[in-house]
Every structure is written in C-alpha cells, then in structure tokens.
C-alpha cells in the first residue's frame, strides 16, 4: 500500500454507471481526505475523440498529458491531507498508458453487475463497446497488480455497500489501515468543486442523494441485441466478484 508517512494514495477503479460518485462523496467527506474526479478523463477523451457528453468542454478543463496526471496522482497529498481518493474510471486507462506507476498508490475495485451497469449506460451511450464498458480493463488491471506487486487488490461490490454500508466500508477502512469515520455514511446534497466540469451531464441521481440508498434490483431487461456483450462483462465481473470483501 502507498503508505508512508502515514499518508495513503487510494485508486478507486470503477467502471461507469456504478456508485463511484457516491464513494467519492463518502470519502470526501471525511476529515483527513481530499478527493478528486476521474483524472485521466481528458486525455481519454483525447486520445480516442470519443463523442462523450461535454467532451469539448472537458478536453478544454482538464490535463491531457497523462504524464502529467500520474506526477499529479504519485506526488505530495494536495492540502495537506492523509488520504488521496482517486476516483478512477477503468475504461481512461488507455492501452498506450503505462502501468508501472500504479505500484506507488493503492489500488482497489469498485465492481456492478452488469446487467445494472448496461441497462443504465445504454441510455447514455447507445452502441457501447466491450471497452465503453470497463469491465475488461478492470480485470486487466487487476490482473497486472496481482502479477507484478505480488499483492492482491481489495474488490469491493456495490450491493453490499448500498445494503450494508456501515459493515461494508468499515470492512474497507479495516483493510485499508484507516478509521472508520461515521461522516462517511451521509453528506449534503449538490455538485462539488472537485466534481468534474462532466457533473451537469452524468451527476443528476446522485446530486440529490444525502446517503447510499438501499438496493432496488432493476425492471430494466439487457435487450437481446446485447447479450453477447453481457456475456462477455458478466465474465469479468464473475472473476472479481469471488475477491471481494466479505
């Protein structure tokens, strides 16, 4: 773990349409944390002109030297804080991007079902890929920790956060070294100036939550024409699901 002098550097890699938002307003809300907001967004919407939302705006905001982004990530705790939660979109780490520097930080896993995920993401971007999905990134990524740290990275599952989030994060604080802090639980509605400038386009749920709501499984069915895809992401998903913290 990025742990020295007392200090902890948290990757929290996610793909989209999952509550990593939420866990950004958690662990912002503690007392010891600065957050900050999908990093690498811009290079990634630089890189492959993907036609996202805002993407215009956001190339314009943000850092599109990924370099420069990691320097960002690996150096000194901005305000002088004890913890760095990163809040990491697995499908921004490109192929071309290198892996060495996620040894100097801690890395852990924010994993959905897919059948959630692809119900939802579907509205947004109609014809997504298996890489629109994150799903294989994140298992890739996992997998080159597990073979290159030695360590296993922590895997946590978003139903059991939203149905137990008091058990489940202080399970994660536990395997995380830190305390467990009650403000996590719930926090005041409304954008944030560390959201990125994306907010107004992807943020609209979870800007008017004050906690993580429980659980409601979707009515929504994956259309036929994507069940290959599901398929693929529900592989995944499975591989990670069985490390997850229980």
């Known amino acids: 773990m ?3 002098n007392n200090s902890l550097r948290l990757a929290m890699w996610s793909g989209p349409r999952n509550i990593s938002t939420a866990m950004m307003r958690s662990f ?6 600065v957050v900050c907001d999908e990093p690498f967004y811009a290079h990634y919407l630089h890189a492959t002109q993907k ?5 215009d705006e956001i190339i314009a905001a943000g850092e599109t030297d990924w370099r420069k982004v990691v320097a960002w990530l690996t150096g000194p705790i901005p305000d002088g804080k004890r913890l760095f939660y990163q809040k990491q979109m ?12 996620l040894a100097k930080v801690t890395n852990c896993f924010l994993i959905r079902h897919p059948r959630d995920v692809l119900t939802s993401y579907i509205k947004i971007v109609p014809n997504p890929t298996d890489e629109d999905t994150g799903f294989p990134q994140q298992l890739e990524i996992f997998n080159w920790l597990r073979r290159n740290t030695g360590v296993t990275p922590l895997v946590v599952d978003s139903v059991e956060i939203l149905n137990e989030p008091r058990r489940t994060l202080g399970l994660l604080c536990d395997a995380l070294g830190l305390d467990f802090q009650e403000s996590m639980l719930s926090w005041e509605p409304g954008l944030r100036p560390t959201d990125g ?16 709501r429980p659980y409601r499984p979707k009515t929504d069915q994956v259309p036929e024409s994507f069940f290959a895809l599901y398929d693929r992401c529900l592989a995944s998903f499975e591989t990670l699901y069985e490390y997850r913290l229980r």
């Open 2 to 4: 990025s742990l020295e």
């Open 28 to 33: 912002g809300n503690r007392n010891d944390s």
């Open 51 to 55: 036609d996202h939302p805002g993407k």
């Open 90 to 101: 697995t499908h921004h780490l490109l192929p071309h991007m290198d892996r060495e520097w």
């Open 197 to 212: 400038v994306w907010a107004k386009h992807w943020y609209k749920e979870v800007e008017t939550t004050t906690a993580f």
